[in-house]
């Protein structure tokens, strides 16, 4: 089947490290996107995986095992802004960026 | 530059009407996306547009159709709606190797 699992709620300190975590088991696998959405606001872009390993873009990193069909993004030194959902997505074909299947999302709530 | 540009943000209509909603892509942007998120499934693919053309198709039933102009701007319509259509409705766009690019959506409500 096709399945893309991550946390539903989240929930650290600020100034504290949290990690979310995305499995996913699809027919296909061309790269996980991870993507950041507001409430009422449009998912913003993340981070981009299409090899194993990790990936770092300042506070933010996200890590990508093929094998195991696994994902994370960490997010370092959290802000109350960085309250919001997260989004995991899969490319699952090759001849297309715009189909993307992605998971159910994971707020993160941030607390002083 | 501006960002992806959706139209109306909000819209009330009742079942068994029809909808179209309006989604102008950045500048230079030849593919546009539309997916559906709702509280219960999340964000959904809807369809994929290049160059006026439906690349690929979600799993939604027939009342759900979409169009590109040469432009690159695209429209999605939905006929004889239902109340479980009442969702945010998003468009996306992107260079036809790069991540995509949302707009801030048409919330549908279906009464």
């Known amino acids: 089947g096709q399945n893309i699992d991550q946390p539903t709620e989240m929930t650290a300190t600020e100034g504290a490290i949290v990690q979310i975590n995305c499995t996913y088991q699809t027919s296909g696998f061309n790269g996980l996107f991870w993507y950041q959405q507001h409430a009422g606001e449009a998912p913003t872009f993340l981070s981009y995986?299409?090899?194993?390993g990790l990936e770092e873009k300042g506070r933010f990193s996200s890590f990508l095992s093929r094998s195991k069909g696994y994902s994370y993004l960490l997010l370092k030194e959290l802000q109350m802004k960085d309250s919001a959902s997260y989004l995991c997505a899969v490319r699952p074909s090759t001849d297309s960026w715009g189909k993307l299947q992605f998971g159910a999302g994971t707020q993160v709530v941030v607390t002083p | 530059k501006a960002g992806v540009t959706q139209t109306p943000r909000y819209l009330i209509k009742t079942r068994g009407q029809q909808v179209t909603l309006s989604c102008s892509p950045i500048?230079?942007?030849?593919?546009v996306s539309w997916y559906q998120q709702t509280p219960g499934q999340g964000l959904q693919f809807l369809f994929e547009y290049f160059s006026e053309t439906q690349r690929n198709k979600g799993n939604f039933p027939g009342r759900f159709s979409g169009r590109q102009f040469s432009n690159s701007r695209s429209e999605m319509n939905v006929s004889t709606l239902e109340l479980g259509d009442s969702a945010l409705y998003l468009c996306?766009?992107?260079?036809?190797?790069?991540?995509?690019?949302f707009g801030n959506g048409t919330r549908l409500t279906v009464t």
């Open positions: 996306a766009s992107s260079l036809d190797n790069s991540p995509l690019h």
């Open positions: 500048s230079g942007h030849r593919s």
């Open positions: 995986n299409v090899l194993d």
